[in-house]
């Protein structure tokens, strides 16, 4: 497929659980972005990752959170001992980076994590 | 520090009739101003940018958007609204300055309701 995919649609876990969200960016784009939606809210950024530079980390809400880029392209985004707060769509984007220029976000459908 | 808002959490509109959808954005220097939609149960599509240049910009569907820099604003617009534009819209900015964290910050979003 050329859009970003991201793995589950769907989970359902109990609090104090790990999860771990799977995104797959477009190829060729070299930055990639992981956002939360909660309901009723806009897009919170979580991190962003640009090539092999150390990833912008300042949106991740708490130390349980955590994201990984291996080989600059899948990302996984780990939230450990997950807390109902936690519960919300967590979207995925990835982008081309150029000078001078915003290139365009490319979303993938999001992960609905429920945490009961 | 950015921020975008957009006042009103729904606008309706009659099918047939212009639609516009607000926007507001603060930043320290100049913005990438986007906009966003965000169909049901789907990730969030691209609908238009402004970088630089003409201030209205025109975008998919039939969308445009006028870049105000005195205002601050980026509102949304379309000359005849489609049963089929119902949905969420969400707009977002970017400080040019920011060469580094390229996320972007988004407002709040809009829900759209075209009646037949």
């Known amino acids: 497929g050329a859009g970003v995919s991201q793995s589950p649609s769907n989970k359902v876990t109990e609090k104090g659980k790990d999860v771990e969200l799977r995104c797959d960016p477009i190829s060729g784009h070299t930055a990639l972005y992981w956002y939360r939606q909660s309901l009723g809210q806009g897009l919170e950024f979580l991190i962003y990752f640009q090539g092999n530079s150390a990833p912008d980390k300042s949106g991740l809400p708490s130390d349980r959170f955590s994201a990984e880029r291996t080989g600059g392209s899948v990302s996984t985004l780990t939230i450990q001992r997950t807390q109902q707060e936690d519960s919300a769509v967590y979207l995925c984007?990835?982008?081309?980076?150029?000078?001078?220029?915003?290139?365009?976000?490319?979303f993938g459908p999001g992960t609905r994590l429920t945490v009961t | 520090a950015q921020s975008v808002a957009q006042p009103e959490d729904q606008v309706n509109v009659a099918e047939g009739n212009p639609l516009t959808v607000k926007c507001t954005y603060s930043v320290s220097g100049n913005p990438y101003l986007f906009w966003y939609v965000q169909y049901p149960n789907r990730g969030l599509q691209f609908l238009l940018k402004y970088i630089t240049g003409d201030n209205l910009v025109k975008g998919s569907y039939g969308f445009e958007a006028e870049f105000n820099k005195s205002q601050t604003s980026f509102h949304l617009k379309k000359p005849s609204a489609l049963v089929s534009d119902s949905a969420l819209y969400f707009c977002a900015v970017r400080d040019k300055r920011d060469t580094g964290r390229r996320a972007l910050t988004f407002g709040s979003g809009t829900r759209l309701q075209v009646q037949p």
């Open positions: 984007a990835s982008s081309l980076v150029g000078t001078g220029i915003s290139y365009e976000q490319y």
